[in-house]
């Protein structure tokens, strides 16, 4: 599937992020942790990619975060290549559905941490929050 995240066919990449958010539930834990880390290797330029489509980052945040719900409580290790670029995108540059979409996605992965980290990096998601829901922008909120 990995060749199919790279393709320029928009109806092909979708499609591969969508069956890598399926395929988390059908394995189960124990078989999902090797396969985790090839695949968010194939996803994570769909994460940084500013000029990539909308979708396509909406649809890997989301992909991520299904990923990282169905490995729980295991498995931060396999996030590595995709951790600070979401939460680059949390912090700053995400804006609207894809920020909400990142938020998703990187809350899904503080459940994974140890509970120094977990406490650190809910606090700054939640800071990123309460600013999107003072803001005077209705759809920010």
Same mark, same amino acid.
């Given at each position: 599937?990995?060749?199919?995240?790279?393709?320029?066919?928009?109806?092909?990449?979708?499609?591969?992020?969508?069956?890598?958010?399926?395929?988390?539930?059908?394995?189960?834990?124990?078989?999902?942790?090797?396969?985790?880390?090839?695949?968010?290797?194939?996803?994570?330029?769909?994460?940084?990619?500013?000029?990539?489509? @909308?979708?396509?980052?909406?649809?890997?945040?989301?992909?991520?975060?299904?990923?990282?719900?169905?490995?729980?409580?295991?498995?931060?290790?396999?996030?590595?290549?995709?951790?600070?670029?979401?939460?680059?995108?949390?912090?700053?540059?995400?804006?609207?559905?894809?920020?909400?979409?990142?938020?998703?996605?990187?809350?899904?992965?503080?459940?994974?941490?140890?509970?120094?980290?977990?406490?650190?990096?809910?606090? @700054?998601?939640?800071?990123?929050?309460?600013?999107?829901?003072?803001?005077?922008?209705?759809? @920010?909120?």
């Amino acid at each position: 599937m990995g060749p199919a995240m790279n393709s320029t066919d928009e109806y092909l990449r979708n499609n591969a992020v969508i069956a890598f958010s399926i395929v988390p539930s059908a394995l189960g834990i124990p078989q999902l942790l090797p396969f985790l880390k090839p695949v968010l290797e194939a996803v994570g330029n769909d994460v940084t990619d500013e000029n990539e489509n @909308e979708d396509v980052r909406i649809g890997t945040a989301l992909a991520l975060a299904s990923l990282a719900e169905a490995s729980a409580p295991h498995g931060i290790e396999s996030f590595e290549s995709v951790f600070m670029p979401l939460l680059e995108g949390v912090i700053g540059s995400c804006r609207g559905k894809v920020l909400a979409a990142f938020l998703m996605a990187f809350g899904s992965l503080v459940p994974l941490m140890d509970v120094a980290y977990a406490n650190y990096f809910a606090r @700054e998601e939640m800071g990123v929050l309460v600013r999107k829901f003072d803001s005077p922008d209705e759809q @920010e909120k």
